[in-house]
């Protein structure tokens, strides 16, 4: 994972518009926001997910900038009054208290258009029109009402009611709030691939379910038992503001084994497929042993 991160850096840094250009303070918070120290998990699965299917590294970069600025985006989003609320992330001070409130919406608003318009029309991807058809298709679903936006609407209605809600309805916020953008992640390169064969499709998709409920069920036993330092967010974030977690609704020891149920299910998915797919392997192991 880790030599992908001066990769992706350098791919970022050359999508984003430049400080300079008008409006200079908008592009500011963008590159603010994207090119803090985040994990880039996301851009990761990328490049292994490519990997695992031969596709050549160089036709990865858009895909990979294109998820992490939906990532970035719904971060900014996220960390806003109406929203969580937050001050810090990755940290330091989140977008809308470095700039301001407003800055930070249209700087969100602007990195989701970008991340399509990359998918469009990145030269570097060499894309047929139909495979850049179900690039941006499969993207746009994962972070829409159906994917990211919808789990952040339904995380927020269960924050605001009061209402304990069942861990039926708290698998469907994660599966929609994170767990859909790391699938469109994963399952994206394969779309530069013309020949997938239905095991290997559906493989795929059990592989990216199942890594993306770990990592959340992960990210809220950081949330629990973490400090603010190492997350580089504020640890009990999630607990102070009464937000459904799995820890909250199982304790830690029941959520630890659950992650390491997903685990387990998704490393088996893998078996179908080659040596190519250790990658994969070892990102969904950094994903369920991480400390930030
Ligand atoms: C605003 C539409 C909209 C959606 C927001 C991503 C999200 C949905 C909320 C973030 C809140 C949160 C902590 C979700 C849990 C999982 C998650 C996305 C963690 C942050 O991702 P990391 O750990 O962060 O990959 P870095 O900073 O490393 O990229």
């Known amino acids: ?33 994207v090119l803090g120290n985040g994990k880039r998990v996301r851009p990761a699965l990328v490049y292994a997910s490519g990997l695992a299917f031969g596709i050549d590294i160089e036709r990865l970069d858009g895909i990979a900038c294109a998820v992490e600025m939906i990532h970035a985006y719904s971060l900014i989003h996220d960390d806003l009054p109406a929203m969580d609320n937050d001050d810090l992330r990755r940290g330091r001070a989140t977008c809308h208290i470095e700039f301001d409130e407003a ?8 990195l989701q258009v970008l991340a399509f318009e990359i998918l469009a029309s ?35 209605a269960a ?5 304990e809600i069942s861990f039926k309805e708290l698998e469907q916020i994660h599966a929609l709030k994170t767990g859909a953008l790391i699938e469109a992640a994963i399952r994206m390169p ?51 503001l009464g937000k459904a977690t799995y820890p909250a609704l199982l304790g830690l020891d029941k959520s630890r084994e659950l992650r390491d149920e997903h685990f387990r299910i998704a490393l088996e998915a893998l078996e179908q497929f080659p040596t190519e797919a250790e990658a994969l ?12």
């Open 281 to 292: 392997r070892d990102l969904a192991q950094f994903i369920v042993e991480r400390e930030q």
């Open 159 to 163: 924050t605001n009611s009061n209402k």
């Open 190 to 240: 394969a779309f530069l691939k013309n020949n997938l064969n239905e095991n290997e499709r559906i493989n795929l998709e059990i592989f990216s379910r199942e890594i993306g409920i770990a990592f959340q069920i992960q990210d809220d036993i950081l949330d629990e038992i973490g400090d603010t330092e190492t997350l580089g967010k504020n640890a009990g974030a999630d607990r102070e």
């Open 103 to 110: 800055t930070a919406i249209l700087a969100g608003d602007a």
């Open 122 to 156: 990145d030269s570097t991807i060499q894309a047929t029109a139909e495979q850049r058809l179900e690039l941006v298709k499969l993207l746009s679903h994962a972070s829409g009402t159906f994917g990211m936006a919808g789990g952040q609407y339904f995380d927020l």
């Open 1 to 33: 994972m880790f030599q992908h991160i001066s990769r992706i850096q350098s791919a970022l840094d050359t999508r984003l518009p430049s400080a300079d250009a008008n409006p200079q303070r908008l592009h500011q918070a963008i590159r603010y926001a």
